[in-house]
């Protein structure tokens, strides 16, 4: 038996590893060329901490304190050297990929439809060339590659589940942007598109409290990902709400698909607003005119967060003003590329 181990590190670069049945974490690492943080390998040092992030394991009992203590194992922390999985785990390493000497990898994929679902929504479906689709975490993105842009690279986050034989993505068609016009002019099913990743740290936690999920525009991609997994694995029993926000209803797409997972997952509820003026869409304004202190469960709450830069900072502030912390706010800000920097 083997358990797949997804290293997260601290660039959002990912690793997905089989770890054998009584292996080690640093050891299964070793095995497929990844060289975590470690020093004595025997417990003593405490190099080698990482956080579980997701997964059932055996922290091992031949550590000192000074290592790792009750208080840091409690709070999910681990020592790779004596860890032992007995489930997939993700684990969050806490230095850069190229300190490990890992790099996210390039896959080749193949464009199999490209599907106007309003007048700026595209949905992008591949599927596996050769190599397989890439193995991610709900919620993570790959860096495309733009064909016939001189390597210039644009972030888009699946809107599938992992492990899904067609992988789809949410796209924003801005006119004059590289992938807007590839997209709008060139692209042609059958195309060869190269990806780069896994990558990003906005992935769903293992389900511990109720969940505020929060997106604007496209940021509904990740969250769809997210919600894919909650439908299949479940919510361990936790409430789950999404709000929806876009500009104009047309770009609220994608809501038939939440409500068939409305169907898969219980516990879900989700409502949609649009902030266009003279909206007659029946909520209107931006999500922060409709979730408040009273929808965080005293703080007892996971929040997801995704869209563009300025929703994301406005929805922060949101949180803070309402006087409550929250356990966990995770978020992933859609910050437009500069097409210079990017360029190869
Ligand atoms: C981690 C991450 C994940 C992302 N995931 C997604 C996703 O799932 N779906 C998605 O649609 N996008 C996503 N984005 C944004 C995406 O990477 C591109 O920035 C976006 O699609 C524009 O690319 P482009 O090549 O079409 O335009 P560009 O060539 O980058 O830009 C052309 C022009 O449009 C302007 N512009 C770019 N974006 C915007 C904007 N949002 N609003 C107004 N003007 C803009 C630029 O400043 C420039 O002047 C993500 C970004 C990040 C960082
Ligand atoms: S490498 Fe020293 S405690 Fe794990």
Do not use: W
């Not at 997210?226 to 500009?247: F, P, Q, S, T």
Request: hydrophobic fraction near 40%; charge should be negative; charged fraction near 20%.
């Amino acid at each position: 038996m083997t358990f797949r181990i997804a290293l997260n590190f601290e660039d959002g670069a990912t690793r997905f590893i089989d770890c054998n049945a009584g292996e080690k974490v640093l050891d299964a690492a070793y095995r497929n060329k990844i060289n975590l943080p470690m020093d004595c390998s025997d417990g003593v040092c405490g190099t080698c901490k990482c956080r579980a992030e997701q997964g059932d394991y055996d922290l091992g009992d031949d550590y000192i304190d000074d290592a790792l203590t009750a208080e840091e194992a409690e709070e999910g922390l681990v020592l790779t050297c004596q860890m032992v999985p007995s489930s997939d785990c993700v684990i969050a390493v806490p230095v850069p990929s190229s300190a490990c000497k890992v790099k996210p990898a390039d896959i080749a994929v193949e464009l199999v439809a490209i599907e106007r679902l309003s007048p700026h929504r595209v949905r992008v479906s591949i599927k596996a060339t050769d190599a397989g689709l890439p193995a991610f975490l709900p919620g993570q993105y790959v860096n495309f590659a733009v064909p016939g842009s001189g390597g210039t690279q644009r972030s888009y986050s699946f809107s599938s589940a992992p492990g899904a034989e067609v992988a789809t993505f949410l796209i924003r068609n801005i006119q004059g942007g590289r992938m807007g016009d590839y997209l709008g002019k060139r692209a042609a099913t059958g195309d060869r598109l190269i990806l780069n990743g896994p990558l990003g740290s906005f992935y769903l936690r293992e389900p511990r409290r109720p969940m505020l999920m929060l997106a604007g525009g496209t940021g509904i991609a990740p969250i769809l990902s997210m919600l894919e997994d909650l439908a299949a694995k479940g919510a361990n029993g936790h409430a789950v709400r999404l709000l929806y926000g876009a500009h104009d209803a047309a770009d609220l797409v994608e809501v038939e698909r939440i409500e068939a997972l409305a169907a898969r997952i219980p516990g879900f509820t989700f409502a949609t607003t649009c902030s266009g003026a003279g909206s007659d869409h029946p909520l209107t304004g931006h999500v922060t005119d409709h979730f408040g202190a009273a929808d965080l469960n005293g703080g007892d709450a996971d929040i997801y967060l995704c869209g563009p830069p300025e929703m994301v900072e406005a929805v922060r502030a949101h949180v803070a003003s309402c006087g409550v912390t929250v356990a966990n706010l995770y978020y992933e800000k859609f910050v437009p590329a500069q097409a210079e920097a990017l360029a190869a």
